[in-house]
């Protein structure tokens, strides 16, 4: 094998096995029963075909997330606003749900297209403006992303919440519009299968195509790309693009996939988690669903043991964050790939 | 006693990402020598040197000093041991005087107060007792790269250092700026200081150097007395085999004007004029040189002409299109290949594969595509065939450009940017710290292009390349033409140097060069 691939590997896994020791030690230490909550966390998800199925459920917006950060990070490029894409991307769904009335067929297609759009635009927004006027991307997709928050809210409550109702919620989507369902029993739907087919279709773009040729080589060496005539602005602002058209979709979907209606929590933050797929996938996007699903299994053990036993779910935040701290402190583990990587290279030269 | 102020023993350094700079070195210094330390770019010698000034920790080894067995942890440890390093990129402050720069780090003050005056007296009179003449007032970045040198010297003596390591201090110096250099050293030398010498050019070795340590490929090859061994011997030794150091450019009718550039003048973003009232051409078939101290213009210019950047006045043709509103790419179109002086920043993807760092044009032009899609199988072929032509040495055509020396690193530069016949080429330093094979190889492949009839527009700071493979050479000072040497194989490289150092201006060159 590879030898980078497999210094990859073992960061990984070692990164994996240090936030599952502290994660042992901090239930042991807050719970009174650390086994049963272990269990649930762990073995939770299988323990069921429901709960089996939350997994899968929630792999589908983290695979859009995730292939849309993935894509972003690739070009070098730290912008972060696919969460509130992602979150407008369900905003698209309940505007349309109630403003047209056609066949699913047809909706579902204007659906992912407005999605797409509305998407892009907003990811792109903050490309624009370093292009424009250098701001970092990371601060104004930061800012964007509260902004995209609020004004949906505001979109939901006032023109979307029945006037009798007192949840801040929308009425129920019509029926014909919900992504039908591909595992009885379960909240899986058809959303995965346009999951997979972004995938494919992104590794395509990545790996095979000129356009991501660019993005590849401009990620890696900005200053490379431009000496050899790739216009570099248009190439990030191009990726954003795609990326939030890719988060906007995921959205969407997912709305339409779970729910029957909109309210303001409907992106827990998968904009969010699609950061930590993207570095467990290290941003190829053939990783990606694997990565989704691991975190997807991650975030359904942890609701299970809060469900059942006394530790809190957001336990699994503070794993999170040391799993992609360690994989990305690139020398903090880096005696054992030193290890790996001189093995047999060095003469024995003996005492003098 | 040995009579070593200085032997490291059995030195290995194996840098995180597997790289062996240093495998099993021994090397020792004796009080009051000039000793060389030579090999071709990658063969350890920065390394080594690093390590005994305490910047970089070895993986293993022994070092004494005055045969007490010490450990150097830092630069500080190493300034203890009077250890003083001269780095190849100068490490000084441009805003900054030179007796500030002197003592920067080393402040001797009184009640935390520092007196201008006085420490430029200080600095005239410390310069003054090792015969170094400089005005210490003068800002830095007002003074040639010979005083800069000078500084960087005096700064390793202020600091107590008896020993001194000169990572090839002449790399960017005139003949004139080298041979006081030279004098200056020799002075050092015969005060009780010990020198090591780290150098490519063996020309200098010989003048200078007492007793030599070769090394290659992260060994040491030997060490001799530098009167044993002759140039060609020794440079036998550094690489393992013989070299042919001339070869003789045909003659070639030159064609019609491929580059013209009129009254180009650039100002950089402190105002300063960087390019002045530029006015020369470039034919087909004709190599052209620029000669020019560091900071005074050519890789302004060269950047300039390969599209780096727009803000400038004059006006820039290449086969008779004015490319001042073109992009790089639109540039590139119309034949201009372009060989950046930095290769690891502007020239190459380190961590990409050989044979993506080739094909950026070819992919362009819309080659390799097949339904749609890049067909990698046809790239790799591509990939294997220019590795052939151009001897890259490496594993196959996936292996990364980050594994590579520096000499075959340039390679793949040169492989990509000779391709296709290209009309016109930009030329930035494109032997400077490689191999003597590679760069052999790349002064042939140049000539190659001119028989082909491409023009090429070349800036070293090796005189001799120049002086060897250009038709003629116009020398930049201070942003400005001021000479113009037709043929150079009828003039000395001090003759360039007169011009480098702006003591000698031609008047007849404000005109349009080689119309």
Redesign the interface.
């Known amino acids: 094998m590879n030898?980078k691939l497999k210094v990859e590997i073992i960061r990984t896994l070692i990164a994996l096995s240090i936030a599952f020791t502290i994660l042992v030690v901090i239930v042991s230490l807050i719970s009174d029963n650390p086994l049963e909550a272990l269990y649930n966390l762990f073995l939770g998800p299988i323990s069921s075909k429901r709960n089996f199925g939350n997994v899968i459920e929630k792999t589908i917006p983290l695979i859009f997330t995730g292939l849309a950060v993935s894509l972003i990070f690739s070009s070098n490029n730290f912008n972060l606003a696919s969460e509130g894409a992602f979150y407008f991307g369900g905003v698209m769904a309940l505007v349309l749900c109630f403003t047209i009335n056609v066949p699913s067929i047809i909706f579902w297609i204007i659906l992912i297209i407005v999605s797409a759009t509305v998407g892009a635009i907003i990811v792109g927004l903050p490309g624009y403006l370093k292009n424009k006027t250098e701001a970092s991307e990371i601060v104004s997709s930061i800012m964007l992303n509260s902004i995209m928050f609020l004004l949906g809210t505001y979109i939901l409550v006032y023109y979307f919440k029945p006037a009798n109702s007192r949840a801040v919620s929308s009425a129920d989507f019509p029926d014909k519009y919900l992504m039908p369902n591909i595992i009885a029993g379960t909240r899986v739907h058809f959303g995965l299968f346009l999951a997979i087919f972004a995938v494919l279709l992104i590794y395509?773009l990545m790996f095979?195509?000129?356009l991501g040729?660019k993005i590849?080589?401009t990620g890696?060496?900005s200053?490379?790309a431009?000496?050899?005539?790739?216009?570099v602005s248009l190439v990030l602002l191009l990726t954003q693009l795609i990326g939030g058209a890719l988060a906007g979709i995921g959205g969407a979907v997912h709305t339409l996939g779970v729910f029957d209606n909109f309210t303001s929590n409907r992106s827990p933050g998968y904009g969010w988690d699609g950061i930590i797929v993207a570095v467990l996938a290290r941003n190829n996007p053939l990783y990606v669903p694997l990565a989704a699903f691991f975190v997807a299994y991650l975030k359904t053990g942890a609701a299970i043991m809060t469900r059942r036993s006394d530790v809190p779910a957001e336990i699994i935040l503070v794993i999170q964050a040391i799993i992609i701290l360690l994989i990305i402190s690139k020398?903090l583990i880096?005696k054992i790939?030193?290890k790996i990587?001189?093995s047999g290279?060095?003469?024995d030269?003996g005492a003098? | 006693m040995s009579g070593f102020v200085i032997e490291m023993r059995n030195i290995s350094k194996i840098y995180p990402n597997g790289t062996i700079a240093n495998n099993n070195v021994n090397f020792s210094l004796k009080k009051g020598e000039i000793h060389a330390l030579l090999g071709e770019n990658g063969a350890g010698k920065s390394t080594l040197m690093h390590i005994l000034y305490g910047m970089i920790r070895p993986t293993k080894g022994e070092i004494f000093i005055k045969d007490k067995l010490v450990e150097i942890n830092s630069p500080l440890d190493s300034l203890k041991h009077e250890i003083g390093m001269v780095h190849q990129h100068f490490m000084l402050i441009p805003s900054m005087n030179l007796a500030e720069n002197l003592i920067l780090g080393d402040e001797r003050s009184k009640n935390g107060l520092i007196n201008k005056k006085e420490i430029i007296k200080n600095a005239n009179e410390f310069g003054k007792k090792y015969n170094f003449n400089i005005d210490f007032s003068q800002l830095v970045r007002d003074v040639s790269v010979g005083v800069c040198q000078k500084i960087e010297i005096l700064k390793a003596l202020y600091r107590g250092a008896k020993i001194l390591i000169l990572d090839e201090p002449t790399a960017v110096l005139t003949p004139q700026e080298t041979k006081e250099l030279f004098v200056e050293l020799k002075k050092l030398k015969k005060d009780g200081h010990s020198i090591v010498f780290i150098s490519h050019k063996l020309n200098e070795v010989k003048e200078l150097c007492d007793r030599l340590t070769i090394m290659n490929s992260s060994k040491s090859v030997g060490v001799y007395n530098v009167s044993d061994l002759s140039v060609k011997k020794i440079s036998e030794k550094m690489i393992g085999r013989e070299v042919e150091l001339d070869f003789e450019v045909p003659e070639k009718k030159l064609g019609k004007s491929i580059l013209k550039v009129r009254n180009l003048i650039y100002f950089n973003k402190l105002g300063k004029k960087k390019l002045d009232n530029i006015s020369f051409d470039v034919r087909e078939g004709q190599i052209l040189g620029i000669a020019a101290v560091e900071g005074n213009g050519a890789s302004h210019l060269l950047e300039t002409l390969a599209g780096l950047r727009k803000d400038y006045s004059g006006e820039i043709f290449i086969s008779g299109v004015n490319v001042n509103k073109l992009s790089i790419k639109e540039i590139r179109k119309q034949g201009l290949r372009y060989v950046p002086a930095d290769r690891m920043k502007d020239g190459v993807i380190k961590d990409e594969t050989i044979y993506n760092n080739l094909i950026v044009d070819r992919l362009e032009e819309g080659e390799f595509i097949k339904h749609w899609l890049i067909d990698f199988k046809e790239i790799k072929s591509f990939a294997r065939s220019k590795v052939k032509e151009f001897f890259i040495k490496c594993k196959d055509e996936n292996s990364e450009i980050g594994s590579l020396s520096g000499g075959n690193i340039q390679k793949v530069v040169i492989a990509r940017e000779f391709d296709n016949n290209p009309k016109l080429l930009i030329i930035n330093q494109p032997t400077r710290g490689i191999d003597i094979g590679a760069a052999e190889l790349i002064r042939k492949k140049m000539v190659d292009l001119k028989q082909s009839d491409s023009g090429i527009l070349l800036h070293s700071a090796d005189l001799q390349e120049l002086m060897q493979v250009c038709d003629s050479i116009i020398i930049l000072y201070k942003g400005e033409i001021v000479g113009y040497v037709e043929e150079p194989k009828k003039v000395k490289p001090e003759d360039l140097g007169y011009y480098m150092l702006g003591v000698k201006k031609d008047t007849d060159v404000s005109g349009v060069i080689n119309e």
């Open positions: 030898k395509l095979k195509t000129k040729y590849r080589m890696k060496n200053n490379f431009k000496v050899m005539g790739i216009n020398n880096s790939e030193f990587l001189i290279k060095l003469d030269g003098s």
